[in-house]
């Protein structure tokens, strides 16, 4: 059963924290994905990676920063929480041609910034 | 400019309705695909559509790709409770070369019993 898994379901942190969201994915999928998924916004993208090391930016970048060291792992770094980050964290996954090919989700992780 | 408009935003419908949500574009698409997000839940691949005009339906579920690539439904027959969430269309990014998808805002659909 294919699966992709966040560090925390939930997370409360103060402005200004450094801020770490971990997800794997046990696929072997080429590309990963982080969206932030907010009320009224729908989903929206804010990395993507196509291979290790390798990265891209999405429709919102700013504020954040990504890390893929191995395939199965693509970190979401937020260098400075700030309170208009709070929102739900999506993490995903796909084959290679992920416009495609289907996206895994994570079970997302809901950050509060205080 | 977004890139597919999906609309409603929220629609509320008896037990046993039926249930309709669509996603539009100006620009042609070179695909369609729809998810599902349960409450409480992440989303849910369910279908994709790439040809002009297709039509595929999976049991009360009926999903339709337009003549001109710029716009697709989703359709509910008779809705059960279970059919509660938001459905998403995305479709591959406009920008040149793009291999990421782009999302909907979504419809949430609620279904009372």
């Known amino acids: 059963d294919v699966k992709v898994t966040q560090s925390s379901r939930y997370l409360v942190k103060r402005t200004g924290e450094k801020v770490f969201l971990e997800c794997v994915q046990d696929?072997?999928?080429?590309?990963m994905f982080w969206y932030r998924q907010d009320p009224g916004l729908g989903l929206r993208l804010i990395y993507f990676?196509?291979?290790?090391?390798?990265?891209e930016k999405g429709d919102i970048p700013e504020g954040y920063s990504v890390s893929r060291e191995k395939k199965e792992r693509f970190s979401l770094i937020l260098e400075s929480a700030s309170t208009n980050q709070t929102s739900m964290y999506l993490c995903?996954?796909?084959?290679?041609?992920?416009?495609?090919?289907?996206?895994?989700f994570g079970p997302g992780t809901r950050l509060t910034v205080l | 400019g977004q890139q597919v408009m999906q609309i409603p935003q929220y629609q509320h419908v008896q037990e046993g309705e039926d249930f309709t949500t669509y996603c539009n574009s100006s620009?042609?698409?070179?695909?369609i695909q729809w998810y599902k997000q349960r409450p409480g839940g992440h989303p849910v691949f369910l279908i994709q559509?790439?040809?002009?005009?297709e039509v595929k339906k999976q049991k009360r579920l009926t999903f339709q790709f337009g003549e001109a690539k710029k716009n697709s439904s989703l359709h509910i027959t008779a809705t059960q409770t279970t059919d509660v969430g938001t459905y998403f269309c995305?479709?591959?990014?406009?920008?040149?070369?793009?291999?990421?998808?782009?999302f909907g805002t979504g419809t949430r659909l609620t279904v009372i019993p």
């Open positions: 995305a479709s591959r990014a406009r920008q040149t070369g793009a291999n990421n998808l782009f």
């Open positions: 995903a996954s796909s084959l290679r041609t992920a416009a495609y090919n289907e996206q895994f």
């Open positions: 990676s196509y291979d290790v090391k390798m990265k």
């Open positions: 559509l790439v040809k002009s005009g």
């Open positions: 696929m072997d999928h080429e590309n």
């Open positions: 620009t042609t698409l070179s695909n």
